[in-house]
């Protein structure tokens, strides 16, 4: 008995990405560059903030970790104050080049989830307008931000990659050293590498969780903060309980609604808000398995997160150096800021 052959669809390959919009150069790098230049034409113009005075302070008793924070900054300080002794420009220079950086990368961010060139230079400008005025100060978080949307741009870019058919699994050895560097200058990098792990878990890509970069970039990170942990654990680790005080006396000031309106206005003006929130709910709205969305929820549960623990506060609220009384050794004088 004749069998009749049975037809096989053809396999339909999946359709080409869209072409990307160029990099908005021009535009950007005059946002980056003219924020960078107003920061340093006016750094000199006020004195020392009280936390850059205990950044010196720190800096000139070295070591691996301190009651609030790891050694980078004061590092930072101590080779400034080095290489040019009472310069301010000197010494907020890396907070200055580090939000132009900042800067930049939040238009490449934006590149990397499908803006054109207008959304490019509007989210360097609301970038600017937002957090450009941290580089007028040597502070953590001025140094912190930036490393954050790096490694955010690095993710980013490996699951659009991936996306495509490409992968680049240099880019996830690369966000390792990103939180290597970020973990030098604060620890609260690893609330935001957990937001975005359970955040992939939840929304996808899973397929992240079986890279092995991945892992090696994690192995690597809790290599780099092992000094400061076995610090901490010697003085009785007092960043948890600077860290305890600090969030009862906010919450007890602010309140955790008012905690998360302070974090809504760090958005900046009209501009980042409204960007702010309309990524945030185009991040939301994406359905695809392999999609963005687990940028938006990594984004809410970091918030969350923040809102309940405020991070680790200066020396100067609760610690063993107080800004004021460290001044008499730092600038002749004693002149506070």
Known sequence: MATTPTRTRPRTRPPAPAPRTPPAWAPVLGIAAGTA????????????????????????????????????????????????????????????????????????LARELGGD????????????????ALGRLLSTAALDVPLWTLLTWLVVRWVRLRREGVTCDRLLLAAGAVVVAAMQIKFQIVVFCLALLVAALLCGPRGLFTRPPLWA??????????????????????????????????????????????????LGPVLGMVLGLCGLWRLLMDREPA????????????????????????????GQLRPRRCARRVVPGGAGP
């Open 37 to 108: 230049a107003v920061l340093l034409l006016l750094a000199d113009r006020h004195g020392y903030d009280g936390d850059e005075l205990y950044f010196i302070a720190a800096g000139r008793h070295l070591d691996w970790g301190y009651a609030d924070q790891p050694p980078g900054v004061p590092l930072l300080a101590l080779l400034a104050d080095t290489l040019n002794p009472g310069s301010l420009r000197v010494l907020r220079l890396p907070a200055i080049l580090a939000t132009g950086a900042g800067t930049v990368l939040a238009a490449l």
């Open 117 to 132: 060139r207008r959304a490019q230079w509007l989210t360097a400008a609301a970038h600017a307008l937002a957090l450009g």
């Open 217 to 266: 970039g994690a192995g690597l990170a809790a290599l780099s903060v092992a000094p400061a942990l076995v610090w901490q654990h010697r003085h009785g680790w007092p960043q948890l309980r600077m860290g305890e005080a600090i969030a009862a006396e906010v919450a007890q000031r602010d309140g955790q609604a008012g905690n998360l309106a302070l974090m809504a206005l760090g």
């Open 291 to 318: 999609g963005f969305r687990f940028l938006a929820v990594a984004a809410l549960l970091g918030s969350c997160a923040r809102s309940r623990r405020p991070g680790p506060a200066r020396a100067e609220r609760r």
